[in-house]
Each structure stands twice: as structure tokens, then as C-alpha cells.
């Protein structure tokens, strides 16, 4: 994985300070504001505002009239209405969301989630035909269709009208039917154009129904789809999701109120960080490697024991699908192994024989979070592969596949993720085209991971108080992030393995405060920074509940050395060289112990010689043999005493060294070292 560029945001502490005055907020609050921008009262007021003004009118989306007509005539006439879903969160809660409405209306209506496998994303003529066969007149599809120019055509000599709503990404043509409602429409005057699937469904409510409130009415399916999709929490999408959180979190939704219990989210309060970690990938599961409708019937079921049933249905083919996804994920490493040109690509391109259909666009996310570069991931059935891909802020995903359309049976999707069908034998042409394009329009700087951070924390904030002080800035999500703080000069006290070592936990201790960290996906027996380093730290702050008991919960970003620890230690060993004057407590900083001594032998003598190294990168790969208290004045004490004691010869400048063992039998007294003799006396006071 590449190591990210540590950006902390530009602060302000006078601005900070007057803002926590005037409005009456903790001053850490303030500061995250101003970083973000929000830097004025009036912006603050308008950026945490909930208002119903920020709702905007559903008949400024276009053709919105029209659709409202044709289902209105529907339901007067009692015409079979049938939902055309989609197998994500999305649009499974899009589908259940609209069903649950026109159930209310009176419609006869039913619902058609295709698989994820056998017919894949989108309206299929094969569906079609099915549907009108059971005597449907109005197709609606939610969350899809905006593309579906073939199939709507086929749909009308079926005997359908059909009604598109969307939210992806259009192209220029679009279907010619009853109406089509998507923000992204190029005619559309809708001021919010990121509404999710379900969004749109909510409008189109609003629409239908103005009588009632739809977001009091279905307001926690809405925030479902809305954080599961990673829609930007700002503006409208931040009102939807605050009114059905609070409504998640006293739901008496059987269905949702089975899978929070069965999640293992324990006491803790349903944030849109606990919908995206641990409801959302169990609903999902059902469409990636079950049925996407088992999952539909959770958000629809109204008794408590089956939908009991269904949430523990849901969770372990959740757990078959982890298990579906690591095998994938590992035989795509394996490819990327083997692949002597990858590092001069700019995307990854993988492909094999029947990789799960439904897993591939996950595996796709980790490889990009990996290497940070775009990742498609093609799973071949026969001639045909059908492709699923995962991008970096800097490359629009959506705009590369269009501009190598010419090689693909079909794509759509959004600037980060995408989807694809592909022949076998237009691959190399696909994946030619494709690199060309990244070349042409990513640099060097666009593949560099940044880690954005909000502020650092004073050693008096690391506390559960800070994450109330700044709740109120909630939903965090895709457009406004979980803040990401950074705490500095933090010593670490104990590592221990969680998970059969899949994660490491953290004890550590700045200044007066002590606390725990979890660093997930951390392995411990990996882990680089052993007992007694001075690290720096970028993590996100929660409360965790355990019997009623509230604890703060650290979870780790980012690690790197303290780099101020380790300039002091060289700081005190070179003015001990240069004869300057040293405290008896800065002696002991640089002394090696006797247990450190014998490793960094050790690790000169394995790695002996060596040649064209720092003292400093030689130090960081010493350090992995995880010694207690070990800085880099102690480690460049040793080798100077190894070198008084002609057990090593050192050469060349301080910048770039080589290091050669002496062969000797001659058995040597490190105490007899001039250094060393010299050290001690200071630390004991007699210099």
C-alpha cells in the first residue's frame, strides 16, 4: 500500500476562538468548521440546517408531471404496475420504498429485483417479456433505465408504458417513454443533482402524494439507500438522512429492527457510519450472492419472527460472501504478482474465469484502496466478461469507459464506480485503449493518496467529550467526512493481537492521558512499530457502549514515526560527539540496554555488509526486531561503540554508509569503550 501524504487543513485559532464564541460551540468544533470551510456564522447556519426549505420542489425534476399522470391513471384504472429494481441497497430499498406507496394508493402493483448473476444490472428483454406476460401495462424501474433505450422499445411492443427514474449518470440519448425522472437529466432544472435511487423514489412520492410528508413516512428506507449508495451527506441528502437516522434508531420496522440486532452493532447508537459497516453489506450480500428479493422481504416483513428469519438469512450469506470475496481478492494479487509491467500502469485491469459477479466490484474497491489506481475487475462466462470497477478522486471512471466505448457491449455508472460487458476477444483492445487513456490523463501527483486532517488534538481533548462536542456536525459520510485528527508524539505501551491477529490494538500514552487505539486490517504479527515508539497518529473519534457503560473508541487512519522523538535522540547523541554538554537523564535517552545492544549486532551481522544505507532507513529496519525504549540516538551509539570496539568498520559520509563485520575471536567488553565509559558518567553525575 502506498504511504499517504499527510495534509492537515489551513487553522485559524483567533477565527476558531471568536466563531466557538459567537455561536456557543466547543472550540475544537469551530476549528473543524473553519477548516472545512465553513468559516461564518451564516455559512455554519446554512451548512448544519435541516430546514424543509432545503427539500426541494419534485416538479422541477423534469417530466415529473408526466410520470405522476400515468401512475395516477394507472391506479384509477387498476392497471398492474410493476417496480423494475436493482440488487444494491439502493435499489433494493428504492423498490421497496415505492412498492410500500403504491400498496398504500390502492395500486395493483408488484416488484421484479433482477439477479445479480443470471441477468446482471439493468432491464433485460427476457424480465420484459416475463412481466407482460403477467399482465402488466406500467413498468416503473427505480435506481436503473436511464440507459435502457433497446429495452424500452422492446417494453412499448409489449404492450408497457414505462416510466424511468434514476440518478446515474445519462448519456446522450435517452429512453423515449411515458417519462423519464433522473437530476442528471441535461435539461433538468432540479437544483440537488445528488439525490441516490431512492432519493429520486422520494421525490416522485412527494410528487404523487403532497398531502402527506414522505420523508416522516418512509424516512429511514430513504437514508438506507441514500448512505449505503456513499451519496454526498450535504444539502437535501443531509436533511433525508438526519430525519431517518433518528427514525432508524426508534424504528418499528420489524425487518430493520432484526438486522440492527443481529448485526452485532451491540448498544451503540445506528449512525450512517454503522448503516455503511454493517447493515448495508448484509443487505447488499443478498443481491451480490443470494436474492436480492430475500432481502426486499426483510424491509417489507412485519412479523418479528420471520423477519428474525431473514436477518439471520441475510447475515451469513454476508459471512459467504467475506469468504467469496478474500479468495477473489487473493488470486487477484496474485495476478498483479506476477504482472512484470504493473508498475508503469496507471489502472488495473484483471480478468478471470468465473469470478462471483456479485463480489468482483468489492475486490475492485480493495485493489484501489491498495494501490491507490482505478481497478476493474472482469469475471468471464464463456466469450462474455462482465466487469466491475472502482476509481480515485482524480479519474472519472464513467468518462474513461465512454471514451473506449467502442471496445464494450455496454457500461454505466458514476465517475468512481462503474460497470462493463465485454467480449473476450475485444479485451486487449479494452484494456490498450484504457491504460492510454489513464496515461493521458492521470500524473504523478493525481496517484499520490492523500490523508486530509482536520486539526490535531490537544492532549486535553483525547476524550469522550470531544466526540459529543462535536456530534451536532452529523451525518458524517461521503461530502462531510468523519473528521480525521491527528495526535502527536503518542508512546506506545502495549500492542496486542484482536481477531486471531487480524487487527491490532494499541495502548498509548501522551503526555498525562492513556487510551487504546484499534488499528484495523492491521495485522499484529506485521506490524511496524514495536513497544516504546513515539508515533504520530491520524484517527476518527466514537463512543462505544458496553452494559451501559460509554467508552471512547479510537480508530487508527494512518501511523508514522515521530520524527521530533527521533530528531531529539540524534540531537542529544550528536551533542554528546561533539563534546557539548548533556543531563544525566538525556545520558540514559541514548544508552543502549544490554538486550539492544546484542540485537543490533545481530541485525548488522545478518544484514552484513551493507552498503549505500543511511544510518537512519538501517535504524527503521532494525526497529522491526521490536525493541522496547529503542530511539535512533541509541541506535547510533551502538554502532559507534561496535566501532570502538573494532567489532564493525564504517565508511563513507553520514549520509550513505558501509557497514562490514570484523572477524575476530577475541571476545570483547563494551563497558571498556571510551563512549560508553564516558555516557555512563553523566548519567551517573560525575562529568
Not at 115 to 131: H, V
Not at 397 to 420: C, P
Not at 508 to 525: D, H, I, Q
Request: glycine residues 6%.
Amino acid at each position: 500500500m502506498k504511504e499517504r501524504k499527510w495534509e492537515q487543513k489551513p487553522q485559524n485559532e483567533a477565527a476558531a476562538a471568536k466563531l466557538a464564541a459567537k455561536l456557543n460551540i466547543a472550540p475544537i468544533t469551530a476549528r473543524i468548521l473553519i477548516a472545512r470551510g465553513y468559516d461564518t456564522a451564516e455559512k455554519v447556519a446554512a451548512f448544519l440546517s435541516c430546514s424543509e426549505t432545503l427539500i426541494g420542489d419534485p416538479f422541477l425534476l423534469s417530466d415529473m408531471k408526466k410520470a405522476v399522470e400515468r401512475i395516477k391513471s394507472a391506479a384509477a384504472s387498476g392497471e398492474k404496475i410493476t417496480i423494475f429494481g436493482d440488487y444494491d441497497v439502493d435499489g433494493i430499498t428504492s423498490t421497496v420504498t415505492l412498492y410500500k406507496h403504491l400498496k398504500r394508493m390502492g395500486c395493483s402493483a408488484e416488484y421484479y429485483i433482477p439477479d445479480r448473476t443470471e441477468e446482471g444490472y439493468g432491464i433485460n428483454s427476457a424480465a420484459l417479456d416475463a412481466i407482460a406476460a403477467s399482465g402488466c401495462k406500467l413498468l416503473i424501474t427505480v435506481d436503473c433505465g436511464i440507459t435502457a433505450i433497446d429495452e424500452v422499445k422492446h417494453a412499448k411492443t409489449l404492450g408497457m408504458d414505462v416510466v424511468i427514474t434514476d440518478h446515474h449518470e445519462c448519456k446522450e440519448e435517452i429512453p423515449d417513454c411515458a417519462a423519464v425522472v433522473n437530476p442528471k437529466r441535461q435539461d433538468c432544472a432540479y437544483p440537488f443533482k445528488e439525490l441516490a435511487g431512492v432519493g429520486v423514489v422520494f421525490k416522485l412520492i412527494s410528487a404523487l402524494s403532497p398531502e402527506i410528508n414522505a420523508l416522516s413516512e418512509y424516512g429511514e428506507l430513504i437514508a438506507l439507500g441514500t448512505v449505503a449508495d456513499v451519496m454526498p451527506l450535504v444539502g437535501e441528502n443531509r436533511c433525508i438522512v438526519a430525519e431517518g437516522l433518528k427514525q432508524i434508531n426508534e424504528t418499528s420496522n420489524a425487518g430493520i429492527k432484526a438486522l440492527i440486532e443481529k448485526s452485532s452493532v451491540g448498544e451503540k447508537r445506528i449512525t450512517a457510519g454503522t448503516i455503511g459497516f454493517s447493515l448495508a453489506p448484509r443487505i447488499n450480500a443478498a443481491g451480490r450472492i443470494g436474492c436480492a428479493r430475500r432481502a426486499a422481504e426483510l424491509l417489507t416483513e412485519t412479523d418479528k419472527q420471520k423477519a428474525t428469519e431473514i436477518a439471520e438469512d441475510l447475515c451469513e450469506i454476508n459471512r459467504r460472501r467475506q469468504d467469496e470475496e478474500n479468495g477473489i481478492l487473493k488470486e487477484a494479487l496474485e495476478q498483479i504478482s506476477d504482472d512484470a509491467d504493473f508498475k508503469n500502469k496507471k489502472i488495473i485491469v484483471l480478468s478471470k474465469e468465473n469470478w462471483h459477479n456479485g463480489v468482483i466490484g468489492i475486490v475492485a474497491s480493495r485493489i484501489s484502496e491498495r494501490y491507490f489506481l482505478p481497478a476493474i475487475l472482469i469475471s468471464f462466462d464463456g466469450e462474455i466478461g462482465k466487469g466491475s470497477g472502482r476509481s480515485i478522486k482524480k479519474f472519472n471512471l464513467y468518462e474513461a469507459l465512454e471514451s473506449v466505448s467502442d471496445t464494450l457491449i455496454k457500461f454505466g455508472g458514476h465517475a468512481l464506480a462503474a460497470g462493463l460487458s465485454v467480449t473476450r476477444e475485444k479485451l486487449p483492445d479494452f484494456e490498450r485503449k484504457l491504460q492510454a487513456y489513464a496515461e493521458a490523463n492521470l500524473n504523478s501527483d493525481d496517484l499520490l493518496p492523500i490523508m486530509s486532517i482536520d486539526c490535531e488534538l490537544e492532549t486535553a481533548e483525547i476524550g469522550i467529550k470531544t466526540v459529543e462536542d462535536i456530534h451536532f456536525l452529523e451525518p458524517y459520510g461521503m461530502g462531510n467526512p468523519i473528521p480525521n485528527f491527528l495526535i502527536s508524539g503518542a508512546k506506545i505501551l502495549e500492542l496486542i493481537p484482536l481477531s486471531g491477529g487480524k487487527h491490532t490494538k494499541l495502548v498509548l500514552k501522551k503526555e498525562y492521558v492513556t487510551f487504546s487505539a484499534v488499528c484495523f486490517n492491521r495485522e499484529y504479527s506485521k506490524f511496524e512499530f514495536p513497544m516504546g515508539s513515539m508515533i504520530d497518529l491520524v484517527v476518527n473519534l466514537d463512543i462505544s457502549v458496553f452494559r451501559g457503560e460509554q467508552n471512547l473508541q479510537v480508530s487508527v487512519r494512518d501511523i508514522k514515526e515521530n520524527n521530533k522523538y527521533n530528531s531529539e535522540s540524534e540531537r542529544k547523541f550528536w551533542n554528546f560527539i561533539e563534546g557539548k554538554t548533556l543531563s544525566a537523564e538525556e545520558a540514559e535517552e541514548i544508552i543502549p540496554s544490554r538486550e539492544e545492544f546484542i540485537k543490533v549486532y545481530k541485525f548488522l551481522c545478518d544484514n552484513a555488509p551493507i552498503t549505500g544505507e543511511t544510518f537512519l532507513s538501517l535504524f527503521y529496519k532494525c526497529r522491526k526486531s521490536e525493541m522496547r525504549e529503542f530511539n535512533f540516538g541509541k541506535f547510533m551509539l551502538a554502532v559507534k561503540v561496535f566501532e570502538e570496539a573494532k567489532l564493525i568498520a564504517v565508511s563513507g559520509d553520514y549520509s550513505e554508509k558501509t557497514i562490514k563485520t570484523v572477524a575476530t575471536t577475541e571476545k570483547k567488553n563494551l563497558d571498556e569503550c571510551e563512549s560508553l565509559i564516558k555516557l555512563k558518567k553523566i548519567r551517573a553525575g560525575r562529568v
